[in-house]
């Protein structure tokens, strides 16, 4: 426990997660910059871990399992991906499709494209209520296939 009042852990955790899209998506980083994403997801997913109820727990591993295949880490991502699967299995909808994409896309770093094919045809196949939520794992899905090619 850091000692932090549960609203702070909420910010931090929320803040440090939305922080990393700016640099996930750009193009090339640096270094530090790299080290960076892989500090500041485990950060985010640290005060998910104080406050966050199984499903914050959840994204936060697949956050980490992305930053990860970004950076071209094959085993690290699969790992925090087979975590995000285990935490959002009782969740179902958007964040089970999203954790069976983080195994595909580790799945294709690794050079596994029988097993990224097998996840990706597992996250389709989980019903996703909200289409926004669909569109946003069709399109993760779609960048895995690109691996692929």
Excluded: F
Aim: aromatic fraction near 6%; proline fraction near 4%; charged fraction near 30%.
């Amino acid at each position: 426990m850091t000692g932090l009042p549960a609203a702070e852990e909420r910010r931090l955790a929320i803040d440090l997660y939305n922080g990393l899209w700016p640099l996930l998506e750009r193009p090339s980083r640096t270094a530090d910059e790299d080290a960076a994403l892989v500090h500041q997801a485990h950060a985010s997913l640290y005060h998910w871990s104080q406050v966050g109820e199984r499903v914050n727990r959840a994204r936060g591993e697949w956050m980490c399992s992305r930053v990860y295949a970004v950076l071209g880490r094959a085993e690290p991502a699969l790992w925090h991906a087979r975590r995000a699967v285990e935490l959002a299995e009782p969740a179902g909808d958007w964040d089970l499709a999203i954790a069976y994409e983080a195994v595909a896309r580790a799945r294709a770093v690794a050079g596994d494209a029988a097993g990224a094919r097998d996840w990706i045809a597992r996250a389709r196949a989980v019903p996703v209520a909200d289409d926004d939520d669909r569109a946003v794992v069709e399109k993760d899905l779609r960048a895995v296939e690109e691996l692929l090619r």
